[in-house]
């Protein structure tokens, strides 16, 4: 929290942090051979850390935390070797090149090529290299929970610098049901709803596993409570509709899990949960005047519907559509439907949604990359029987949902996309608490 503090007053400071950051995680992973997955805590401080960083750095470096996730998945891969049966993620990358090829050979002496086709292909190759890292290795659910806990530091730094940019002023701060800069640190509100998001669902990860511990368990409630409330009223709903469906299907993974006796204690916990989510939506609505019921019935501040139900992204999705009707094999290459949307009066409109990118730059390709991302964890999940892998749907999940109303702008939802990929387990009594690597 104090670190949200002090990036909010000395912006500047968040390069001097981040560069300690790498020097620290370099030595740290180098020391240790990656043994205990030094790679993996690092990989999860970025998720949290990124949104702060991109917050400070006023488009500075702006996609250094990918590079970051790439880099320190290559130098893990100096000490634990990648398992074999994670080819599916090499041919993606293959599956990648002929989309490059096109937009290098179509647009060199046109545009500025690679900044084209790095904004865009950045995101998929971090969740890619982060899938080869964590592909088959084991690691117990305890020891799971406690990798989770690393990304509640920066989020926590996170909503701290949310909290003190935003004006006190009601009339200054909501003007209307659109996406709200101003209660979003300034930033853009899609990506800062998904990461708030993600701390709700965090923090009642906490709250869950940790109910006997009674004042921590206090804390993580309130904490949920204020993530849920700040992400609300960032006025982007795709990030909330994620946590609520991370929450909903982490909890009814557990309910299957539990006998009989512990499902009537669960009940408790979820009626709680259930308690918190009116609270905090009834608090949002009070602080807002009703404009966030507006805005999540599709409303504008004068309560009349509006036209788009997507905020607009339904007509970039069709212009996706249509590229890839018309370029069925190769798509048109990465970075160019944004250019050709000016055909269509969307001149530089962006992707929001990956897969309809993937159709329309990558063509038949980007269908098949697709597919592969999909179904390559859910076999494996049910090949190696992960049932009681209670992170697996939710963080599956929020890959897609996240990836639909985001795209690849973050680094988080490749993170946890490639924790799906882990092998988690429950030890017995008499077994030893440590990871066991794979290394055929």
């Known amino acids: 929290m104090l670190l949200g503090a002090i990036f909010h007053f000395a912006g500047s400071l968040v390069f001097v942090y981040y560069g300690i950051f790498l020097l620290a995680g370099t030595y740290w992973v180098i020391k240790n051979n990656d043994r205990d997955f030094q790679t993996r805590t690092l990989l999860l401080y970025i998720v949290g850390l990124e949104v702060m960083f991109r917050m400070k750095s006023c488009g500075s470096m702006y996609d250094l935390n990918k590079y970051s996730i790439i880099y320190f998945c290559i130098l893990s891969f100096g000490f634990i070797r990648i398992n074999l049966k994670a080819w599916p993620y090499f041919l993606i990358l293959l599956l990648f090149i002929p989309g490059i090829i096109l937009t290098v050979n179509t647009f060199f ?173 009834m608090y949002s609505s009070y602080e807002t005047d009703g404009l966030i019921d507006k805005r999540y019935n599709n409303q504008d501040a004068a309560g009349r519907m509006k036209e788009s139900r997507l905020s607009g992204r339904e007509d970039i999705m069709e212009t996706d559509f249509k590229f890839f009707y018309e370029n069925p094999v190769f798509g048109v290459g990465p970075g160019i439907s944004g250019m050709m949307r000016g055909e269509e009066g969307l001149f530089g409109a962006q992707a929001h949604s990956e897969p309809t990118r993937l159709l329309a730059e990558h063509g038949s390709l980007g269908l098949i990359i697709l597919i592969l991302l999909v179904f390559v964890p859910v076999l494996k999940y049910f090949r190696f029987r992960q049932f009681h892998n209670v992170y697996f749907f939710p963080f599956l999940i929020f890959w897609g949902l996240t990836i639909n109303h985001a795209a690849t702008r973050i680094v988080a939802p490749g993170v946890l996309y490639a924790l799906c990929l882990l092998n988690v387990y429950i030890p017995n009594k008499e077994e030893d608490e440590e990871d066991s690597v794979h290394r055929q």
């Open 109 to 281: 002496f046109e545009i500025d090529v690679r900044k084209k086709i790095m904004f865009n292909l950045l995101g998929p190759f971090s969740l890619i290299f982060a899938s080869l890292y964590a592909y088959n290795k084991s690691i117990t659910l305890n020891r799971l929970n406690e990798a989770l806990f690393v990304m509640t530091g920066p989020l926590l730094s996170i909503l701290t610098a949310v909290i003190i940019f935003t004006p006190s002023n009601k009339a200054e701060t909501f003007g209307g049901t659109s996406s709200n800069f101003m209660t979003s640190g300034g930033f853009g509100p899609n990506q800062m709803s998904v990461v708030l998001g993600l701390g709700v669902f965090i923090f009642f990860v906490q709250f869950f596993f940790n109910t006997k511990e009674k004042l921590y368990s206090y804390v993580s409630l309130f904490l949920l409570f204020v993530f849920a409330y700040r992400g609300l009223i960032t006025f982007s709903r795709g990030g909330m509709i994620t946590a609520v469906a991370m929450v909903l299907v982490f909890c009814y993974t557990i309910y299957r899990l539990l006998n009989n006796k512990a499902r009537s204690k669960f009940l408790g916990v979820f009626s709680i949960l259930i308690v918190l989510s009116i609270s905090a939506w």
